[in-house]
């Protein structure tokens, strides 16, 4: 229903900064209720946080509370993660999501995702 592709990851220090992006395309984006999703090697994927279609309203992770911020530009049809205070337990490739049909702390309840962008945090 709606294709997703993630950018703005990159190598930085512990306690840097970094601003994720999520370009989508779709007729009815601004409806979509959208997820940011991240995965380390060996790791399962795990829900970092998540935005309404509107915006209004958006939900974190315990891990993500105080130091990760979701928004969205519906007019330019983007999605960001802007990620302050990074720790090096913060490595992993970031994925977006579209359009939750369930719980939308489950990647599997999602309709579409995107193919991630690695960061990566050295200590």
């Known amino acids: 229903q709606v294709q997703l592709v993630e950018s703005g990851g990159g190598l930085v220090q512990a306690g840097d900064s970094l601003r994720l992006s999520c370009a989508a395309s779709g007729r009815t984006f601004s409806s979509y209720p959208m997820g940011w999703f991240r995965q380390a090697p060996g790791k399962e994927r795990e829900f970092v946080a998540a935005i309404t279609g509107s915006g209004s309203m958006s939900y974190y992770a315990d891990f993500a509370k105080g130091r990760f911020t979701t928004s969205r530009d519906n007019a330019k049809n983007t999605v960001f993660l802007q990620m302050n205070s990074l720790k090096s337990e913060d490595t992993a490739v970031y994925y977006c999501?579209?359009?939750?049909?369930?719980?939308?702390?489950?990647?599997?309840?999602?309709?579409?995702w995107g193919q991630g962008t690695q960061v990566t945090v050295a200590s």
């Open positions: 999501a579209a359009d939750p049909e369930g719980d939308w702390r489950e990647w599997a309840d999602y309709g579409s």
